[in-house]
C-alpha cells in the first residue's frame, strides 16, 4: 500500500488545479509517481513536461529507450515503473532475451551489440555516475553526443521517477507474483 492516500484536484488548493489539468491532459489521468508529485504542483507540473519531452518529442529509439528505462527501473528496484515500462518495450519491440537479462541482472553478452551498449553505459553510469573513458567513447560512437546527452537525461529523470515510486511505495497493479 503507497505511504501517501490518493488524492484528487478538489483536494488541491485552486493555485494546483492548473498543474493537476496539464498532466491529466498529457497523460490521460494523474496516477503513478504523479499522485505523489501533485503534493508540490508546480514540481509535478515541470517534472511531467520533461517526461512528456522524453518519451514522446526525444531523439531516441522508442525501443531503445524503453530498454534504458527498464534498465533504471530494475537498478532503482520500481516494480512500478518495470510494470508500465515492460508494456511499452514490448510494444516497441524489444526483445524478450533483452528485457529478461535486465529483469535478473543478468549477463548481456547474448543480447544483440545495440542492446548491450545501452544496459552497459546505463548499468555504468548508475553504478559509477560516470563512464570510462572506453565506455565513454563507445557511447560516443554509439549515440552521439545528443544521443548521449539525451541518454543520460532520461536517465537521471527515470532515477527521480523510481525514487519517488519506491521512497512512497507506489506499487503497480499486477496479476501475479511481482517482476522483482
Known amino acids: 500500500m503507497a505511504r501517501l492516500p490518493q488524492i484528487s484536484r478538489d ?3 485552486s493555485e494546483g488545479h492548473s498543474a493537476w489539468d496539464s498532466i491529466v491532459r498529457s497523460r490521460g489521468a ?30 531516441l529509439i522508442p ?5 534504458a528505462i ?5 537498478y532503482v528496484g520500481s516494480r512500478f515503473e518495470w510494470v508500465a515500462h515492460r508494456a511499452v518495450a514490448e510494444r516497441e ?7 529478461e537479462a535486465i529483469r535478473t541482472l543478468g549477463d548481456v553478452a547474448s543480447l544483440t551489440e545495440r542492446e548491450r551498449l545501452i ?5 555504468a553510469i548508475l553504478r559509477d555516475h560516470t563512464l570510462d573513458e572506453r565506455d565513454y567513447g563507445a557511447a560516443i560512437a554509439g549515440f552521439g553526443e545528443a544521443g548521449l546527452v539525451e541518454m543520460v537525461g532520461l536517465i537521471g529523470f527515470y532515477v527521480q ?6 521512497v512512497f511505495q507506489v506499487e503497480p497493479p499486477m496479476d501475479g507474483p511481482p517482476p522483482f
Open 93 to 99: 519491440g524489444a526483445r524478450t532475451d533483452a528485457i
Open 11 to 13: 483536494d488541491l488548493p
Open 161 to 166: 521517477i523510481g525514487l519517488t515510486l519506491t
Open 30 to 59: 494523474v496516477g503513478g509517481p504523479f499522485q505523489v508529485l501533485m503534493r508540490v504542483p508546480p514540481l509535478a507540473e515541470r517534472v511531467a513536461d520533461v517526461g512528456t519531452y522524453l518519451r514522446f518529442q526525444g531523439g
Open 70 to 74: 527498464l534498465t533504471v527501473a530494475r
Open 119 to 123: 544496459v552497459h553505459t546505463v548499468r
Open 63 to 67: 525501443v531503445e529507450r524503453e530498454l
